[in-house]
């Protein structure tokens, strides 16, 4: 079992990566933050899981443990294969899935594509009790969560997933001015200049 990865990024587009390491190139399904940030000719270190199949070795590789589990955890649910849980990591973060789990919420997994509403509610009934939010400690000088969360909603309506609009908002909120922390248009534009005119979307 491949358990862990790291070498410098050969390739990256949306949902995959090739990693050099030892001088072999390691094909890695990933969610779409890690394709989105992966840069070529730096290192990248991923924690993985090798699916094998009759008619294929698959790796998928995830940027924290947490992920990881989840994915685990996402193919124990009846009819959730590999590619549906890496959709579900891509679109939602570990807190988020645990959030609606928690909340016996299946909106957000009906959202996700290749997951139709009765998958979407076995995830919420089989993952009861499983998962949990984990417990993080704010940054000094962290911008109000209602400003992140609106930042966030205008990014998915952009285009982006909700997985990274919710990250990019985050991160960008932790380097504002007080100004900006209080203002969705302020925090808005530094979080858009932050991703840059390249940013992929989806």
């Given at each position: 079992?491949?358990?862990?990865l790291r070498g410098t990024?050969l390739?990256?587009v949306s949902?995959?990566v090739?990693?050099?390491?030892?001088?072999?190139?390691?094909?890695v399904?990933?969610?779409a933050?890690?394709?989105?940030?992966?840069?070529?000719?730096e290192?990248?270190?991923?924690?993985?899981?090798?699916?094998?199949?009759?008619?294929?070795?698959?790796?998928?590789?995830f940027?924290?443990r947490d992920?990881?589990?989840?994915?685990?955890?996402?193919?124990?649910?009846?009819?959730?294969?590999?590619k549906?849980?890496?959709?579900?990591?891509?679109?939602?973060?570990?807190?988020?899935?645990a959030e609606?789990?928690t909340?016996?919420?299946?909106?957000?997994?009906?959202?996700v594509?290749?997951?139709?509403p009765?998958?979407a509610?076995?995830?919420?009934?089989?993952?009861?009790?499983k998962?949990?939010?984990?417990?993080?400690?704010?940054p000094?000088?962290?911008?109000?969560?209602?400003?992140?969360?609106?930042?966030?909603?205008?990014?998915?309506?952009l285009g982006?997933?909700e997985r990274?609009?919710?990250?990019?908002?985050?991160?960008?909120?932790?380097?504002?001015?007080?100004?900006?922390?209080?203002?969705?248009p302020?925090?808005?534009r530094?979080?858009l200049?932050?991703?840059?005119?390249?940013?992929?979307?989806?």
């Amino acid at each position: 079992m491949i358990s862990s990865l790291r070498g410098t990024v050969l390739h990256a587009v949306s949902g995959h990566v090739v990693i050099e390491t030892g001088g072999v190139g390691f094909s890695v399904f990933v969610p779409a933050d890690v394709a989105h940030t992966a840069a070529v000719g730096e290192e990248l270190q991923l924690h993985t899981n090798l699916i094998v199949r009759e008619d294929a070795l698959s790796l998928y590789g995830f940027s924290d443990r947490d992920e990881l589990e989840i994915f685990g955890l996402l193919l124990s649910v009846t009819g959730v294969g590999p590619k549906s849980a890496l959709g579900v990591l891509s679109h939602l973060t570990v807190d988020q899935i645990a959030e609606a789990v928690t909340g016996e919420d299946d909106a957000p997994f009906r959202r996700v594509s290749g997951i139709g509403p009765k998958t979407a509610k076995l995830i919420v009934v089989q993952l009861a009790g499983k998962v949990h939010h984990r417990v993080a400690t704010a940054p000094v000088g962290a911008p109000a969560t209602a400003v992140v969360d609106q930042v966030a909603a205008a990014l998915v309506g952009l285009g982006w997933t909700e997985r990274i609009a919710v990250e990019a908002a985050a991160q960008a909120g932790e380097h504002a001015t007080d100004a900006e922390r209080e203002s969705v248009p302020a925090l808005l534009r530094r979080t858009l200049a932050a991703m840059g005119p390249g940013a992929k979307r989806g």
